[in-house]
């Protein structure tokens, strides 16, 4: 016999206060794979001006890579990748029921993790522009 939940308007964004790490660790892996399905176009598109030759390849990174915001934006794209790998491999392991009981804490230390390595990786990527 199944039941039935009241879980409320889907509209009513006063919610969020009441979700778990479950809830929070499905919306970021949602969110981070658009970011990454959305970097495809922008990766595809840089790419695509290799098909003019190599300088003007070379020409079009050295200019992305020039430019500070397009570091800050690289680093955002690593913290989404990681985040989205971590918790990916999070899944699999529930998934085949690994780690049932300890849910929140493997987010946590997912996030933990990917704040860890974003902020050791930073000095790298800011390293050339100049600052």
């Known amino acids: 016999m199944s039941q039935s939940y009241n879980r409320g308007a889907v509209e009513d964004f006063g919610r969020w206060r009441e979700f778990s790490a479950g809830m929070w660790a499905w919306i970021f892996h949602k969110f981070t794979g658009w970011v990454l399905a ?25 200019g992305l890579e020039g430019l500070f915001v397009v570091r800050i934006l690289e680093i955002g794209l690593l913290a989404v990748a ?50």
């Not at 176009?41 to 003007?56: P, R, Y």
């Not at 971590?86 to 804490?105: F, S, T």
């Open 82 to 131: 990681v985040f989205h790998i971590l918790n990916g491999i999070r899944l699999l392991m529930v998934d085949l029921g690994v780690g049932l009981e300890a849910q929140d804490k493997s987010f946590y230390a997912s996030m933990v993790l990917t704040g860890a390595i974003v902020v050791a990786s930073v000095p790298t990527f800011l390293s050339e522009v100049g600052i």
């Open 38 to 62: 959305g970097y495809l176009f922008t990766h595809i598109a840089v790419l695509s001006s290799a098909m003019q030759g190599a300088q003007t390849y070379n020409e079009t990174l050295q």
